[in-house]
C-alpha cells in the first residue's frame, strides 16, 4: 500500500483480556516505531526496530507489553492482562534511517484505539 | 530539563494573523528537526522538515538555530484550517546517539473568524 496501515482501527477489551495489534510500514522502510497517545497527552515512545538490529525496547512500560517485527515488514504489538490504564491510541510510524545527517522523516498509521473496559 | 519543549497554548488568533511557535532542544548533538501537524483524533503527519538555513514553504517557515537550540515555526495569513496541534519533533541521529525522534508535546492553534 501506500501509507502506514493498522489493524484494527478499534478495539474495546474487557480488562485482563491480551489484545494484539498489527502494523504494516512502507515498504522498504527500514525503521518501524510504536507509540502510544493517551486522550490529550503527547506521544510516548515505546519501541523501535531498525533492519535486523537488536529493538530498542526502552519505552515498553511493564513486561505486560511486547512487539514483534518479521524481517522489515509487518510488526505486531501485543499487550498482556490488559488494565484500564492501557487504554490510549497505539500509533505505528516507519521511515527509512539512512546516513548520519540525513532527515529520517516518520509516516504514521491511522492508530489502534484500544479501550480497555 | 525535558528533551522538547514547547509551549502548549492554546493559541487563539484570528484568520489572517500571522502566530510563531517554538520548540527548545537539549541535546546538542541533533541532526534532524521536524513540524508535524496532528488534527484531533488524527494522526501526525510532516509538515515540514527544519534545515539549517531555514526553509519556507507557502505560509510556512521554519527556522533553525544551533547556537541556542531552539527551532520555530511561523504562518503567515492564518486559515481557519490551520486550527490543529503542531509537534515539534528532534531526532539525534547517528551522532546524537539514537534514531529514535523526541517529540513535544505539542502546540495547540484555534484559528477562528
Known amino acids: 500500500g501506500a501509507g502506514v496501515s493498522q489493524s484494527p482501527s478499534n478495539k474495546v477489551t474487557e480488562k485482563g483480556k491480551d489484545v494484539e495489534l498489527r502494523c504494516d510500514p512502507i515498504s522498504g522502510h527500514t525503521a518501524l516505531y510504536w507509540y502510544r497517545q493517551r486522550l490529550g497527552q503527547g506521544l510516548e515512545f515505546l519501541i523501535y526496530f531498525q533492519g535486523n538490529s537488536a529493538p530498542d525496547k526502552s519505552g515498553l512500560p511493564s513486561d505486560r507489553f511486547s512487539a514483534e517485527r518479521t524481517g522489515e515488514s509487518v510488526s505486531t504489538l501485543t499487550i498482556q492482562r490488559t488494565q484500564q490504564e492501557d487504554s490510549a491510541v497505539y500509533l505505528c510510524?516507519?521511515?527509512?534511517?539512512?546516513?548520519?545527517?540525513?532527515?529520517?522523516?516518520?509516516?504514521f498509521g491511522p492508530g489502534t484505539r484500544l479501550t480497555v473496559l | 530539563r525535558k528533551e522538547v519543549e514547547q509551549d502548549p497554548g492554546p493559541f487563539n488568533v484570528p484568520e489572517g494573523a500571522t502566530v510563531a511557535f517554538n520548540c527548545t532542544y537539549s541535546?546538542?548533538?541533533?541532526?534532524?528537526f521536524f513540524w508535524y501537524r496532528q488534527d484531533c483524533r488524527k494522526e501526525p503527519k510532516l509538515l515540514m522538515s527544519?534545515?539549517?538555513s531555514g526553509n519556507e514553504d507557502g505560509r510556512f517557515t521554519a527556522q533553525l538555530n544551533r547556537a541556542s537550540q531552539y527551532i520555530s515555526l511561523l504562518i503567515r495569513d492564518s486559515k481557519l484550517s490551520d486550527s490543529a496541534t503542531y509537534l515539534c519533533v528532534v531526532n539525534p541521529g547517528e551522532e546524537g546517539g539514537s534514531y529514535i525522534p523526541t517529540f513535544g508535546r505539542g502546540t495547540s492553534l484555534i484559528v477562528h473568524p
Open positions: 510510524a516507519s521511515s527509512l534511517v539512512g546516513t548520519s545527517g540525513s532527515y529520517n522523516e516518520q509516516f
Open positions: 527544519v534545515y539549517s
Open positions: 541535546n546538542s548533538a541533533s541532526q534532524s
